[in-house]
Each structure stands twice: as C-alpha cells, then as structure tokens.
C-alpha cells in the first residue's frame, strides 16, 4: 500500500489489528512493515480467490477497542516518566518499555535500592493518581514534528538513535511533562488513561523494572 492506517509495532507498542476490504475481497491484516515509500501489510484472504488487484482501493478498518488500549497503556508508561521525577527519582534515565496489555513496564537504567522499592511503589501510585485527578480539562495532549535542531533545543539532547538533519516527533502528555520523542499512539488526554496501578519493582541487571497496570476504575 502507499498509506496506512495501520500503526506497525514499534517502540514497545504493539502493532494495530484489523482488516482490508474491497467490493469483493476481505484481508485480515497480521503484521505492518514500513519499507521506504511503501507499507507492507502481511496477512491472509478470506477466500483466495478473491483478492486485490494493482491501483485498487481498498477500506481499511482497524480495531478501536484494541488501539485505545494500547494508547493508554503506551501514555501510562510516559506518565511514570513524570511520576518518576516529582518523587525524586528524575535522575534515573528511561530505557526500554513495553506496553502491551499483558506485562506492561517502563525501565530505567541504575538500581533503586531493594529496601526502597516498596515505598517508591506507594509514592507512584499516589503521584499517579495525583497527576490524573489533577490536571485540567483544557490541558490536553500535544504531539509535534521538530526539525532535529528545535528537537534539540526542546529537550536539551537528542536520542543517538536519531539521525541529525532528521525530523523528531516529540508527545508532551501536558504542560508539566517535559516531552519524549515517540512515533507511538497516545490518548488525547490523561484523564483517559483512567487508572494506573504500579504494581511492583523489580532490579534487572543494571537498570530498575517498574511493572503496572492500566484499569478501567
């Protein structure tokens, strides 16, 4: 295809599901690859003998319920990010996530001592549910493209994984968030995550594991 809106799996989010149509011809979408000008889209027909043909359109139609949960669950991990920082432990520098619906966590690189992790699950969940209940209405989302110079002069540094001259995509979740560049979906505003529950800290090798969950209630 030419265009998707199929988000690929990417960043520790996982990829959107969902299918393709024409008049006559259905395809259940299993993976998405970006391959330069072009998205590949890797699945299977509902009958083989009906399938798309060269300059067709086509509808594609994602699952929602699936990709506003993965968008929470993605701008939870940010949002420990923040929570990270207002209970004094901004010094530790993200790493990886994972933000699937089952066994999401947020990593940091360096140790919190063993003996601080219960009281550091505490203080989250109190900065958590401190930063949702409190932030307003209006203070919404935002998501921007920067040149790599603004990116850099927006965050103070930029992640070596970026190429200079590229352009960076930076998500400030709201004003008092510092802002992260992410390609990932996000939801609109915070008070759409709902409910986060840090749910336990674990040490893996020189970085800190911080495991949660996002909740209906």
Do not use: W
Not at 32 to 46: C, E, L, Q, R, W
Not at 68 to 94: Q, V
Not at 114 to 143: C, F, G, P, S
Request: aromatic letters at 6%; glycine letters at 8%.
């Amino acid at each position: 295809m030419d265009n998707t809106i199929f988000h690929a799996q990417g960043g520790g989010q996982p990829k959107d599901e969902g299918t393709m149509h024409s008049e006559d011809a259905e395809f259940e979408v299993e993976d998405i690859t970006i391959n330069g000008d072009h998205v590949s889209h890797v699945g299977k027909f509902k009958n083989l003998d009906n399938t798309f043909k060269v300059d067709q359109e086509v509808e594609q139609k994602i699952d929602g319920q699936f990709r506003k949960k993965c968008a929470r669950i993605h701008s939870a991990g940010h949002l420990i990010d923040m929570a990270m920082e207002k209970t004094g432990y901004g010094h530790l520098e993200p790493g990886k996530g994972f933000h699937f619906p089952k066994g999401s966590y947020v990593e940091y690189i360096g140790v919190v001592d063993n003996e601080k992790r219960e009281k550091l699950v505490e203080d989250l969940n109190t900065e958590l549910k401190t930063i949702i209940d409190e932030v307003k209405e209006e203070d919404a989302m935002v998501a921007k493209v920067y040149s790599y110079e603004e990116a850099k002069e927006t965050l103070g540094s930029v992640p070596p994984f970026f190429k200079e001259g590229s352009k960076v995509r930076i998500v400030k979740l709201c004003k008092d968030d510092k802002g992260c560049p992410c390609g990932g979906t996000h939801v609109k505003h915070i008070k759409d995550i709902k409910n986060i529950q840090v749910s336990k800290i674990q040490k893996k090798k020189k970085n800190t594991r911080i495991c949660y969950d996002v909740l209906d209630e």
